[in-house]
């Protein structure tokens, strides 16, 4: 459990994770950073609320976005119902450290 939501890894080998992230209502994730990966979000349920290098965009289900490496981003959910993403990592560092917080909500920055 993180506090906007909870994710699960799906598949984890060399190079790639999959991860199926759950947000819930009215939260959102660190305005963030990675050094080590990219990452390709879809959304299968829900409505998504992106931001990407300060540009916004809004996707519902089968709508996607490709996130880059060191790109700063975002995923919140402004909806009443839960939001679930597949997530896709790639790079030569997956851990969970590989991240610079630029805002958090939760006093994690």
């Known amino acids: 459990m993180r506090p906007w939501g909870r994710f699960a890894v799906l598949d984890d ?5 999959v991860k199926r992230l759950e947000v819930d209502p ?3 994730l660190s ?13 299968v349920r829900g409505e998504a ?19 880059p490496m060191g790109a700063a981003h975002r995923l919140e959910n402004r909806g009443g119902e839960r939001l679930v993403v597949i997530e896709v990592q790639r790079g ?14 939760f006093g994690r920055a």
């Open 26 to 28: 009215e939260r959102r």
């Open 49 to 67: 609320h992106v931001t990407l290098d300060g540009r916004e965009v809004d996707l519902g289900p089968g709508q996607s976005i490709d996130v």
């Open 13 to 17: 080998a060399a190079g790639y994770k």
């Open 31 to 43: 305005y963030q950073k990675h050094a080590s990966r990219s990452e390709h979000w879809t959304v």
């Open 92 to 105: 030569r560092y997956l851990g969970e450290d590989d991240i610079v917080r630029l805002e958090d909500d």
